[in-house]
Each structure stands twice: as structure tokens, then as C-alpha cells.
């Protein structure tokens, strides 16, 4: 455990200096989110402007926080889905993983050290989107802060372990790209994170409404808008936290497999 | 444990794949099998320098990834200081270090900062002061705060020695450690690895496919192609066994490939190349005697413009026993 830790720490330093290397993605990262959010802000003043009484959690009231939890969630879940796969196949592609490979650290605190990078990205890049929502507009966040940071913290660990997955049986720097970008956009548009899901026609609504990003992004609002405590959520969150061990495991799993697999055909 | 490393009856085969959608699909569910390595068995003595020997593709790299652990064979084993590599991986994993000719440092770090983490993931103590040493040992002091991604071919390769060494390892595994290296760096290269197995009494596995490396720096060399090992012995032993016969160099003022062929069909000629690096032809002759057919051989294609007789190398003693030169054309 003293030497996991010890690599762990050692590996986490070093991830946070290479991602430090080009300190202008971050900034990327950061007005891409504010730039939705507050387009997405200005959309919905304009449409009740026009009179629009609301769907379900989008009312005139709470159109910010609406908006803001789906901004916030989507980061966690869009960094994992995107970002974290291009650095795992860019070990892989540079061949800076060999090296790694052969020496006698943990793999595990390989896995966990990139994990902590990507949540350092989240943090910065919410906490200035949270800043830039109270200084620019009137919201309430109704429900509990540590609640909400329960679920943040069960969806990035249950994408990041997709994430992995997703990089891990990806060869290819080009191929991962375009996967992750398509895969990403297309859970993006399903789960409503800039608008509710009960616009979508009833087939579509299902599928939507069964998707872990829909739920979890759902879920933040319930806490946010109806102040919902933990007996409300708790069928969703402990379905949460299932899909979070279970991509987790599965992260893990195909890692391992495929790490096993380049030793038998080469990387 | 008198063996650093042994390897017994190695044997690893690639899927080849093809390419176009009908033959890729074929070769996804049908894979025709190329082997790579072939019964391959050797022994590396605690202390000495081995070399690997072959041409590109002899399956020199294959055979390293698979003693570091980082492939496994499909047949056979390899123990390296007694442990067998592929189910005790974490109890040598400490002991070794390598330099892969197509592996990288992390590129986002500074030259400093690669040697501090590698130091701290193997458990160096000193490391500042040592880290320091290394980077002065290998002229890179100016470059220390400098991104790897910015460091010419030379200067990430004396990175990749000095990150090779970080733990003082008990055996150092190199694949092709000169490729693609100036003149002096690969000198300086050679000398500090001579350097290091003398006085820190490390044991060194190294492959090329430069004669003139293996036969500085090896103690024994073994002889690679096809994936097999041609013969294991000393370079002195090895160029021994041709010593019977003359070794001729001839700098002639055109060449062509057609010399060279007619050459070869002449019963008293053993192999005959061109070596463009000096402008040469190599002639290995079974009698001196002979040397005056060679010459009136010769003049019938072109002048030639002077004769001099050569010591046998080991790239004389590797076509001998493949009929290859070591860039892996026929001779």
C-alpha cells in the first residue's frame, strides 16, 4: 500500500506537470463550457420572453440552474468520454508507455493518476463556470451541496471508467478522436443537457430517459431545483452508483486485457 | 546464480494481417502466422557484454521485449537472474533497465523532470544528487530544464541512457542503442558503456545490426537471423574462423551491380559486396595466389584505382554463415 500510494503520488505530480505543459487547453476547455451555458441562458430568456409557461423542471424560475447542473455534469461526463481517451492512446502512440511498462510501478496508480488530472481540469473549469453564473445571474441552488457533489463524484468515476475502456481497446490516435467526439455528441444531444428531454418524441424519450448521463444530469437537478434530499434520489443514485462500479470494473478489466493482449501480439 | 539472463527454446509468432476489407477480414478470423522467433536458447554470463547480431528484422527486438518481460513467448521461457520473467515480472522489474530504439521518454516533461520520476518509480535514494551526476555525465546540463519533445536524436538517446542507468541496474538491456547517432555521440556512447560494465561490473544485452559495435563492445555475440541463432562465441573466435582465407578491398572508379555478380560465380571468390560507405568492393578470396584472376576480373568492368588486403570483420564471418550482409541483402 506505502509503495501504491508512493507511486501514485509520484505519477499524479508528473500527470498534472504534462497536462501544465499546454495550460491554454484548460482555458479552451473553460470557454467552451461558459460559451454553452451562456448561450444556452441567453436562448431560453428570449423563448420565455415570448410568453413559454415551461416543461417540467425548466420553468421561468429555474431555467438558470437548469442549465447550469447540465453544463456541469456534461463536463465531467465530456472530459472522460474525449479528453481522458486521447491521453491514453497518446501513451500509446508515442510509445512513452513502454518505458512505464517496464519499470516497477503500479499500473493501478498509473490509472488513477490521469484520473485525478481529468478531475483537476472538472474542478477548475466548473468552479469558474459556477463564479461566472453568480456574478452574471439571480440563482438558487435549492437542494444540498454535499449531495450534489456525491453525484459529481459517482458520474466522473463512472465515465471515466468508460473512458478507459474506450481507450484502451482504441489502436489508434485518429480513430479515438472521431469515436469519442461522435459518441460524446450524440449522448450529449440524448440527455438533455441544455434542454428537457420531454421535448423528444415518446420512442426517443424512453431511450433517454434510460441513459446514465439523462439520469444523473436529472438527478443534479432534482437536488437543485426541488431541493430533493437523499430518500428522494435514492433509487437513481444507487443505480448510479452500480453503473459506477460496474465501468469502473469494466475499466479496469479491459485495461488489464488488453495490457495482457500486447503481450502476447505486441503493442 | 551464475546467468544473468537465460533463455530457453524461445519461440514467438505475429499474425500478419492484410490489407484491403476482403483479405483484413480474412486475416481477422483466418491469421496466418509469421514466426518471429525460432528455438531460440542462450545464456548470458553475470558481468559480460552480449550482443545480438542481424540484419533488420532478424528478430533482435522481439527476442529483447520478450527477455524484458514486455512480450511473452509463445514457447519457452526466459529467467533472468533466475526468476522466470513472465510470472515474476515484479520481482526483477527493480533489478533491470532498457533503451528501446522506438520507445520514448514522456515528451511533455523537461530532461530533468524524466530522470526524477523515473528515479522515484524505481525507488533511487539521492536522487537530486544523482540526477544531477547523470546529467553531467551525459552533456546534458544545458538541456536539463528543456522539453524532451526538443532534444535532437543524439541528445534522447544519452536521456534514455542516463534514465537506463538511474538505478544502477544489474542488467541493461539496449536495443540498437546507436541507431541513427552522430559519429563522436556514438563514440562516446560505446566508451561509456564499456565504462560502466567494467567498473560497476553491470551486466549489458545489446542488440545491432553495426558490426563494428558487437565486435568493440561484446564479450560474446550472438549471431541472428530468421529468427534463429546462427552460432554464440566471442567476435575473436568468430573472425578466427575465417582467418583461412584473404580478405580484399578494392576501390574502383565505377561500380555496378554486374561485377559484383560475375564475382560471385567465380569458384575461388567466397562473397564479394560493395561497401558504399567507403566505395569499396569486399572480396573474400580462398587463396592470394588468386588475386591477380581477381584483378583481371575486374579491370574487364572498370579501373580500379588501388588494392588493399583487410582484416576479416564479423560482418565477413555473418555472411559466411547466412549468405547475408547485415543489411539483410544477399551476398
Redesign the interface.
Known amino acids: 500500500m506505502r509503495r501504491f500510494l508512493k507511486d501514485y503520488f509520484v505519477l499524479q505530480a508528473a500527470e498534472i506537470k504534462k497536462f501544465l505543459r499546454w495550460k491554454e487547453r484548460l482555458l479552451w476547455n473553460l470557454m467552451g463550457s461558459v460559451t454553452f451555458f451562456i448561450a444556452f441562458v441567453f436562448v431560453w430568456s428570449a423563448v420565455f420572453a415570448e410568453g413559454f409557461g415551461g416543461i417540467g423542471n425548466l420553468t421561468r424560475e429555474t431555467f438558470v440552474v437548469f442549465i447550469l447542473s447540465g453544463t456541469l455534469l456534461w463536463e465531467v461526463i465530456g472530459v472522460n468520454l474525449g479528453p481522458v481517451s486521447h491521453v491514453f492512446v497518446r501513451e500509446k502512440y508515442m510509445r512513452t508507455s513502454l518505458y512505464f511498462f517496464l519499470s516497477p510501478a503500479s499500473r493501478t496508480a498509473f490509472l488513477l493518476a490521469k484520473a485525478g488530472t481529468s478531475l483537476m481540469q472538472i474542478l477548475i473549469t466548473n468552479v469558474f463556470l459556477i463564479s461566472v453564473a453568480l456574478y452574471f445571474f439571480d440563482f438558487e441552488f435549492k437542494g444540498s451541496l454535499l449531495l450534489a457533489f456525491l453525484v459529481f463524484t459517482l458520474t466522473f468515476f463512472c465515465f471515466y471508467g468508460l473512458g478507459v475502456c474506450i481507450a484502451a481497446l482504441g489502436a489508434w490516435r485518429e480513430g479515438i478522436a472521431d469515436f469519442s467526439w461522435m459518441f460524446s455528441n450524440i449522448l450529449s444531444i440524448l440527455s438533455g443537457v441544455w434542454y428537457p428531454v420531454e421535448i423528444f418524441p415518446e420512442p426517443l424519450r424512453s431511450v433517454s430517459k434510460s441513459l446514465p448521463t439523462t439520469q444523473a444530469i436529472e438527478m443534479l437537478r432534482k437536488i437543485g431545483i426541488q431541493g430533493s434530499g437523499l430518500q428522494e434520489i435514492l433509487p437513481e443514485l444507487t443505480f448510479l452508483g452500480f453503473l459506477t462500479f460496474l465501468f469502473l470494473l469494466l475499466g479496469y478489466l479491459v485495461f488489464r486485457a488488453v495490457e495482457g493482449r500486447a503481450m502476447l501480439i505486441g503493442i | 546464480m551464475a546467468y544473468a539472463v537465460e533463455v530457453f527454446n524461445v519461440s514467438k509468432f505475429?499474425?500478419r494481417r492484410s490489407v484491403g476489407f476482403v483479405n483484413g477480414m480474412k486475416s481477422l478470423f483466418f491469421p496466418e502466422l509469421v514466426p518471429a522467433l525460432n528455438d531460440v536458447s542462450f545464456r548470458v554470463r553475470r558481468g559480460e557484454i552480449f550482443g545480438l547480431l542481424g540484419p533488420n528484422g532478424a528478430g533482435k527486438t522481439?527476442l529483447l521485449?520478450i527477455i524484458?518481460?514486455?512480450?511473452?513467448p509463445?514457447k519457452g521461457r526466459v529467467c533472468i537472474f533466475g526468476e522466470d520473467v513472465t510470472k515474476n515480472f515484479?520481482k526483477i522489474?527493480?533489478k533491470?533497465?532498457?533503451v528501446?530504439a522506438?520507445?520514448?521518454?514522456?515528451?511533455?516533461?523537461t530532461g530533468k523532470?524524466n530522470l526524477i520520476?523515473?528515479g522515484?518509480?524505481?525507488?533511487v535514494r539521492d536522487l537530486e544528487e544523482k540526477v544531477e551526476k547523470l546529467l553531467d555525465l551525459f552533456g546534458l546540463k544545458d538541456k536539463a530544464d528543456t522539453?524532451t519533445d526538443l532534444y535532437s536524436t543524439g541528445e534522447i538517446m544519452r536521456l534514455s541512457l542516463a534514465?537506463a542507468v538511474i538505478n544502477d541496474p544489474d542488467l541493461l538491456v539496449l536495443d540498437e542503442p546507436t541507431i541513427g547517432l552522430d559519429p563522436n555521440i556514438t563514440l562516446m556512447v560505446r566508451e561509456f558503456l564499456k565504462d560502466l560494465n567494467k567498473n560497476e561490473k553491470t551486466t549489458i544485452l545489446l542488440s545491432t545490426h553495426y558490426m563494428e559495435e558487437a565486435d568493440i563492445l561484446c564479450d560474446r555475440v550472438a549471431m541472428i537471423d530468421g529468427g534463429r541463432i546462427i552460432k554464440i562465441d566471442s567476435p575473436e573466435n568468430f573472425k578466427r574462423m575465417i582467418k583461412k582465407q584473404d580478405i580484399v578491398e578494392i576501390r574502383v572508379k565505377e561500380f555496378s551491380s554486374r561485377l559484383v555478380e560475375v564475382l560471385r560465380s567465380e569458384e575461388f571468390v567466397k562473397s564479394a559486396y560493395f561497401l558504399e560507405e567507403v566505395g569499396r568492393l569486399r572480396v573474400v578470396i580462398d587463396d592470394l595466389r588468386n588475386l591477380d584472376r581477381l584483378i583481371g576480373k575486374v579491370k574487364k568492368f572498370t579501373e580500379i584505382e588501388n588494392v588493399l588486403t583487410a582484416l576479416p570483420t564479423l560482418e565477413d564471418v555473418f555472411i559466411q554463415f547466412t549468405g547475408k550482409n547485415l543489411k539483410g541483402g544477399e551476398v
Open positions: 505475429y499474425r522481439t521485449k524484458t518481460g514486455l512480450l511473452h509463445d515484479s522489474s527493480g533491470i533497465n532498457t528501446f522506438r520507445a520514448n521518454l514522456w515528451w511533455e516533461l523532470e520520476v523515473y522515484k518509480l524505481y525507488g522539453y534514465k
